[in-house]
T-cell receptor, first 118, second 116 residues
Framework: AQTVTQSQPEMSVQEAETVTLSCTYD???????LFWYKQPPSRQMILVIR??????QNATENRFSVNFQKAAKSFSLKISDSQLGDAAMYFC???????????????FGKGITLSVRP | NAGVTQTPKFQVLKTGQSMTLQCAQD?????MSWYRQDPGMGLRLIHY???????DQGEVPNGYNVSRSTTEDFPLRLLSAAPSQTSVYFC???????????????FGPGTRLTVL
């Protein structure tokens, strides 16, 4: 079974600074996808960024980028120019690319609470 | 296009009571899932469905039943509520891989359930 580990329960960043959230995972599969979801106080789950394991290029979405290290099974999220609206819980998630129905099954880490200091 | 909707938003039950959490999506997605979120645990998969009439268990299925009679709806039933089922429940939907649509899972707003 796959596991996703987020070992830092909380982090804090100064507004306009850069912060990196860590995530490691364990799998024996070669085809999979990784995601970062944001959950603000409203509780809504919002997809921030996704990465296909077969792509060597790191995904980028505006101020959000990932550092995907496949051999190390590491998938960190970098938030540049942090804004007050970035304060939320962030979840790292894994999805198999190999099984029927895999798209309906995400494995989540425990999450990290990010606070942004003005 | 309402996306994924869940009702109710909040619910309080007594131990032993039964109830159904409703989930509906209007995106014609083949796949639907139920997760529960507990403090310090992240989201864990309860049950999922890859199409009408097809359901399967996730990581934490005990105490819950599901059925999928239509593409749009995927209700979650608590047969005899227990305090351990106090949690926030999320429903999600997504397209089947290779169906031409995005494979992103779209989440509903969640239901906060308290079992006394």
């Amino acid at each position: 079974a796959q596991t996703v580990t987020q070992s830092q329960p909380e982090m804090s960043v100064q507004e306009a600074e850069t912060v990196t959230l860590s995530c490691t995972y364990d799998t024996s599969e070669s085809d999979y996808y990784l995601f970062w979801y944001k959950q603000p106080p409203s509780r809504q789950m919002i997809l921030v960024i996704r990465q296909e394991a077969y792509k060597q290029q790191n995904a980028t979405e505006n101020r959000f980028s990932v550092n995907f290290q496949k051999a190390a099974k590491s998938f960190s999220l970098k938030i540049s120019d942090s804004q007050l609206g970035d304060a939320a819980m962030y979840f790292c998630a894994y999805r198999s690319g190999e099984n029927t129905g895999a798209n309906s099954k995400l494995t989540f880490g425990k999450g990290i609470t990010l606070s942004v200091r003005p | 296009n309402a996306g994924v909707t869940q009702t109710p938003k909040f619910q309080v039950l007594k131990t032993g009571q039964s109830m159904t959490l409703q989930c509906a999506q209007d995106m014609n997605h083949e796949y639907m899932s139920w997760y529960r979120q507990d403090p310090g645990m992240g989201l864990r998969l309860i049950h999922y469905s890859v199409g009408a009439g097809i359901t399967d268990q996730g990581e934490v299925p005990n105490g819950y039943n599901v059925s999928r009679s239509t593409t749009e709806d995927f209700p979650l039933r608590l047969l005899s509520a227990a305090p351990s089922q106090t949690s926030v429940y999320f429903c999600a939907s997504s397209s089947a891989l290779g169906s031409g649509g995005t494979d992103t899972q779209y989440f509903g707003p969640g239901t906060r359930l308290t079992v006394l």
